[in-house]
């Protein structure tokens, strides 16, 4: 990025890249970068704990009426080894805390869910007394739950309830984190800016399925040129319609942009040798995305649509004429 001529360009990592070696190669380079923390480090834990025991309403923390989740920030003093003996401290390295609650009960019961079937699943192996072929893999499987196995046999001998795991779990569910480096962000905006992952894999997973450029296969430059201007001129499309769908009432209609290029993927331009052209018709969200967009629907193709059969004549004899009476 740097011979590009890309300077401080602010990086945004997942949690995968949440490592001790990665944070001090920023602190050394002076990257600016927003880095998605795990909840079992050190700081994270740390700041968690300091908050207490709560039910429900975290009084330490402040709360987005946007985003519906608790937020609090803070500040970190961090220091590397450079050369020789001399140290370099972070320039403004912040962890920034986050409390869900909708996520915090949805994981409480997914981890009751998995006690119970761990629980089950033990209980059937020490009924049957099996021998396990991989110890370890029970052990990772099953690891809200201390596990003895019989030294000679290799079977399984008793397990009990790892309530400090339980417990640690219980505590940090609900909670993620997010750090900054060389920032000036409150929480929110660090938020904000962390979620723009999710729009940059979306383009890509755009470029590559869409756009069929997963791979650029060419025989020459001037191919490879023309390939990438075409990808361009799409991205610019692709991207108008993510903004209409996004400003408009479409997103509550639709999911995603996608679903808005699939509810139109249906309609169909039939052409005849010396007959006018005919388009299937326009019907319900269709419409919507047409208005969203400004597009006007043709002609005959609205919901008002009438086929273009001709009735069929009635062979026989015509009704007789009523002749209307009246009387006086």
């Known amino acids: 990025l740097d011979q590009a001529g890309f300077k401080n360009t602010v990086l945004i990592t997942y949690r995968g ?29 740390k700041a968690s704990e300091g908050l207490g025991e709560f039910s429900g309403i975290l009084e330490a923390m402040r709360v987005d009426s946007d985003a519906e989740i608790y937020h609090k920030q ?15 401290a972070d320039d403004r390295l912040k962890l920034n805390l986050y409390f869900d609650s909708i996520r915090r009960s949805r994981e409480l019961l997914q981890m009751d869910i998995a006690l119970d079937q761990q629980k089950d699943y033990l209980n059937q192996l020490l009924k049957s007394g099996g021998i396990p072929e991989d110890h370890n893999r029970v052990r990772r499987e ?6 003895i196995y019989d030294q000679a046999t290799g079977a399984l001998k008793s397990f009990e309830r790892d309530e400090r795991k339980v417990a640690r779990d219980s505590k940090l569910s609900g909670f993620f984190s997010i750090m900054t480096h060389k920032l000036d962000f409150d929480a929110m ?37 023309g390939r990438l ?19 408009t009432n479409l997103r509550g209609l639709f999911s995603s942009s996608q679903e808005v290029l699939d509810e139109m993927r249906s309609i169909r331009c039939i052409e005849h040798t010396n007959r006018a052209k005919v388009i299937t018709p326009f019907v319900g969200s269709q419409v919507a995305i047409c208005e969203a967009f400004g597009f006007p629907i043709p002609k005959d193709c609205t919901l008002t649509y ?23």
């Open 17 to 45: 890249f949440e490592t001790l070696r990665n944070l001090e190669k920023h602190i050394l380079r002076g990257q600016p970068m927003i880095m998605c923390a795990k909840t079992r480090q050190k700081q994270v834990m």
């Open 74 to 88: 803070y500040d970190l003093d961090y220091r590397v080894k450079s050369v020789g003996e001399s140290t370099k």
């Open 142 to 147: 099953n690891s809200y739950y201390k596990i």
């Open 189 to 225: 905006r660090t938020y904000r800016s962390y979620r723009l992952c999710d729009e940059q894999e979306k383009c890509f997973q755009m470029m590559k399925e869409q756009m069929v450029s997963d791979r650029q296969q060419n025989w020459s430059e001037d191919g490879q040129t």
């Open 229 to 247: 201007f075409i990808l361009f001129v799409s991205l610019i499309l692709g991207s108008h319609v993510r903004h209409v769908w996004s400003s």
């Open 306 to 328: 009438i086929s273009r059969q001709k009735p069929k004549r009635k062979w026989g004899l015509p009704p007789e004429r009523k002749i209307e009476t009246s009387s006086m």
